[in-house]
């Protein structure tokens, strides 16, 4: 089966790899590859360097975005000239069966290959884009044009997937569409234990950006006067005033920079504590490949973590009036109480996230599709 797959609009395979996730996201396309023979046609919004990256995974051709358009320093002549990229790649794409989007953000392009091909589209979403424009304060022209997005690609979309129960609830209540919405979790590739009395005593482990909607600020302000250590993987625009919180706070927090997927994975292992603070979220990787790894997940109150989340079971959650110190220095200490909620989080990734559940949904949709 051949597959077109469409970038997230302003994502190339390089981006992936300076960010350190291009070997994680690449794994499942190589195991649908290998497994399914499934043939990928990648459409990145990146430019002919993009094309080097063939040589490294197989059954997969790129087709770099600014190798067909000119790129322009002007962000909105870029997004009118993304809108001809379907005319420009017809020919080379005419042998497809199915086109797939990573995220709706450039699933316009998928929209009019649609069209051109009249072959099934799938649009598969990881968070709610116009929600969080929303909560992201954008400007009015992004909200409005994230709302007419999402609106186009549950009418043209053969089938349109979500991360959540939560996401689908509010699509089929903004958008009073219903038909074809898939919840789909994300994955993670592998179950890694390792004994609770080899974890760090005193340090706690957060990964994710550094920006608003982390709330990492939340989470240095509430380690004041501890000897808790904070490990942040991540970075951002927000890392310079994080520093200099926890220099006038006295709390000591290691910024560890940007880590691949593999150095990541890693180090789960050598944490009890996981701390999730956001202030909203999707179906969030890190919180899942947290779990997998044997951590006990603190995460804050919010509706989609809630879905994975049941307190006091596979995992706490927490208000920002909650004493967190307190609750942190409990479950670092209390092995019993901590090794229960680990293993009924392991539970839970083995039943709904593991690659391979995800890969057999993956599989029946394109047959579905296709036929």
Same mark, same amino acid.
Request: glycine share 6%; net charge positive; with cysteine.
């Given at each position: 089966?051949?597959?077109?797959?469409?970038?997230?609009?302003?994502?190339?395979?390089?981006?992936?790899?300076?960010?350190?996730?291009?070997?994680?996201?690449?794994?499942?396309?190589?195991?649908?590859?290998?497994?399914?023979?499934?043939?990928?046609?990648?459409?990145?919004?990146?430019?002919?360097?993009?094309?080097?990256?063939?040589?490294?995974?197989?059954?997969?051709?790129?087709?770099?975005?600014?190798?067909?358009?000119?790129?322009?320093?002007?962000?909105?002549?870029?997004?009118?000239?993304?809108? +001809?990229?379907?005319?420009? &790649?017809? !020919? @080379?794409?005419?042998?497809?069966? #199915? *086109? %797939?989007?990573? =995220?709706?953000?450039?699933?316009?392009?998928?929209?009019?290959?649609?069209?051109?091909?009249?072959?099934?589209?799938?649009?598969?979403?990881?968070?709610?884009?116009?929600?969080?424009?929303?909560?992201?304060?954008?400007?009015?022209?992004?909200?409005?044009?994230?709302?007419?997005?999402?609106?186009?690609?549950?009418?043209?979309?053969?089938?349109?997937?979500?991360?959540?129960?939560?996401?689908?609830?509010?699509?089929?209540?903004?958008?009073?569409?219903?038909?074809?919405?898939?919840?789909?979790?994300?994955?993670?590739?592998?179950?890694?234990?390792?004994?609770?009395?080899?974890?760090?005593?005193?340090?706690? +482990?957060?990964?994710?950006? &550094?920006? !608003? @909607?982390?709330?990492?600020?939340? #989470? *240095? %302000?509430?380690? =004041?006067?501890?000897?808790?250590?904070?490990?942040?993987?991540?970075?951002?625009?927000?890392?310079?005033?994080?520093?200099?919180?926890?220099?006038?706070?006295?709390?000591?927090?290691?910024?560890?920079?940007?880590?691949?997927?593999?150095?990541?994975?890693?180090?789960?292992?050598?944490?009890?504590?996981?701390?999730?603070?956001?202030?909203?979220?999707?179906?969030?990787?890190?919180?899942?490949?947290?779990?997998?790894?044997?951590?006990?997940?603190?995460?804050?109150?919010?509706?989609?973590?809630?879905?994975?989340?049941?307190?006091?079971?596979?995992?706490?959650?927490?208000?920002?009036?909650?004493?967190?110190?307190?609750?942190?220095?409990?479950?670092?200490?209390?092995?019993?109480?901590?090794?229960? *909620?680990?293993?009924?989080?392991?539970?839970?990734?083995?039943?709904?996230?593991?690659?391979?559940?995800?890969?057999?949904?993956?599989?029946?949709?394109?047959?579905?599709?296709?036929?």
């Amino acid at each position: 089966m051949n597959v077109i797959v469409i970038f997230t609009y302003g994502i190339s395979l390089k981006k992936w790899d300076e960010s350190g996730i291009l070997d994680r996201e690449m794994s499942f396309y190589e195991r649908m590859s290998e497994k399914y023979n499934i043939n990928y046609s990648f459409i990145t919004f990146g430019f002919e360097d993009d094309e080097s990256y063939v040589q490294r995974f197989k059954g997969v051709s790129i087709y770099p975005a600014y190798k067909y358009i000119k790129f322009s320093d002007n962000k909105y002549l870029n997004l009118f000239r993304s809108f +001809l990229i379907p005319f420009k &790649l017809k !020919k @080379q794409l005419s042998g497809n069966q #199915l *086109i %797939k989007t990573n =995220q709706l953000n450039g699933g316009w392009v998928g929209i009019i290959l649609k069209k051109l091909l009249k072959i099934p589209l799938y649009t598969r979403t990881g968070y709610n884009l116009y929600e969080f424009s929303l909560y992201n304060k954008k400007s009015s022209f992004i909200k409005l044009f994230h709302y007419l997005l999402t609106q186009a690609a549950l009418l043209f979309s053969d089938l349109y997937s979500v991360t959540s129960k939560t996401d689908r609830d509010f699509l089929e209540d903004k958008f009073k569409i219903s038909k074809n919405i898939e919840v789909i979790p994300n994955w993670v590739i592998e179950m890694v234990h390792n004994d609770f009395d080899k974890r760090y005593e005193n340090k706690i +482990l957060t990964v994710g950006r &550094l920006e !608003k @909607q982390k709330n990492i600020s939340s #989470l *240095i %302000k509430s380690m =004041q006067g501890s000897e808790i250590e904070i490990d942040i993987v991540g970075d951002g625009s927000e890392k310079y005033s994080l520093v200099q919180l926890s220099k006038m706070l006295n709390v000591k927090v290691n910024f560890l920079g940007k880590l691949n997927f593999k150095e990541l994975n890693n180090i789960y292992k050598n944490y009890r504590i996981f701390i999730l603070p956001s202030l909203f979220e999707g179906n969030p990787k890190a919180l899942l490949e947290g779990m997998s790894n044997g951590c006990l997940v603190i995460a804050a109150y919010n509706k989609n973590v809630e879905e994975i989340i049941t307190n006091n079971k596979n995992g706490i959650l927490y208000n920002p009036e909650d004493d967190l110190i307190k609750m942190v220095k409990y479950y670092l200490r209390e092995k019993e109480v901590s090794e229960k *909620i680990i293993r009924n989080g392991y539970q839970t990734i083995e039943q709904h996230n593991q690659i391979e559940n995800i890969m057999e949904s993956e599989i029946f949709n394109y047959k579905n599709l296709v036929k």
